[in-house]
């Protein structure tokens, strides 16, 4: 019987989780804090905004980014966009890298409550970069 109640409890936990609120991000080198990201959700949708850069000047703007991105204020600036829920992922949207100004594609993946894979790829998962991001609130 105490089996049954700690595969309710896990299963009660698990569920319950979302990627929705605040993640910290970390440069992948020297793994300094690099920002804050805030992610949401409208209707079946995430999307996520840097609120606060550790490594910008206050005012900084995206100077590599392309179109309706380039020359925005850094802070404020979306990044992720268009992901929705797949199962225990989170995919089919995008992920702009501010540095460069370079889209991917993206999907997140949450590993547990506190920590948050992040994968940006070009064409198929198999070929990008992967970071984890750790709650913040």
Same mark, same amino acid.
């Given at each position: 019987?105490?089996? @049954?109640?700690? @595969?309710?409890?896990?299963? @009660?936990?698990?569920?319950?989780?979302?990627?929705?609120?605040?993640?910290?991000?970390?440069?992948?080198?020297?793994?300094?804090?690099?920002?804050?990201?805030?992610?949401?959700?409208?209707?079946?949708?995430?999307?996520?905004?840097?609120?606060?850069?550790?490594?910008?000047?206050?005012?900084?703007?995206?100077?590599?980014?392309? &179109?309706?991105?380039?020359?925005?204020?850094?802070?404020?600036?979306?990044?992720?966009?268009?992901?929705?829920?797949?199962?225990?992922?989170?995919?089919?949207?995008?992920? @702009?890298?501010?540095?460069?100004?370079?889209?991917?594609?993206?999907?997140?993946?949450?590993?547990?409550?506190?920590?948050?894979?992040?994968? &940006?790829?070009? &064409?198929?998962?198999?070929?990008?970069?992967?970071?984890?991001?750790?709650?913040?609130?």
């Amino acid at each position: 019987m105490k089996f @049954l109640y700690i @595969l309710l409890f896990i299963s @009660l936990t698990t569920n319950g989780q979302t990627i929705i609120g605040k993640w910290e991000t970390f440069d992948d080198k020297t793994k300094e804090k690099k920002a804050v990201i805030e992610i949401n959700k409208t209707d079946n949708t995430y999307s996520a905004k840097i609120v606060t850069s550790y490594t910008a000047e206050k005012n900084a703007l995206c100077k590599a980014c392309k &179109g309706i991105k380039k020359d925005k204020p850094i802070i404020g600036l979306h990044i992720i966009e268009n992901i929705k829920k797949d199962g225990n992922e989170f995919n089919g949207g995008t992920i @702009l890298d501010p540095e460069n100004g370079k889209t991917y594609k993206c999907y997140l993946q949450l590993v547990s409550n506190n920590k948050l894979k992040v994968r &940006g790829f070009l &064409g198929v998962a198999l070929f990008g970069r992967t970071q984890y991001w750790i709650r913040k609130e």
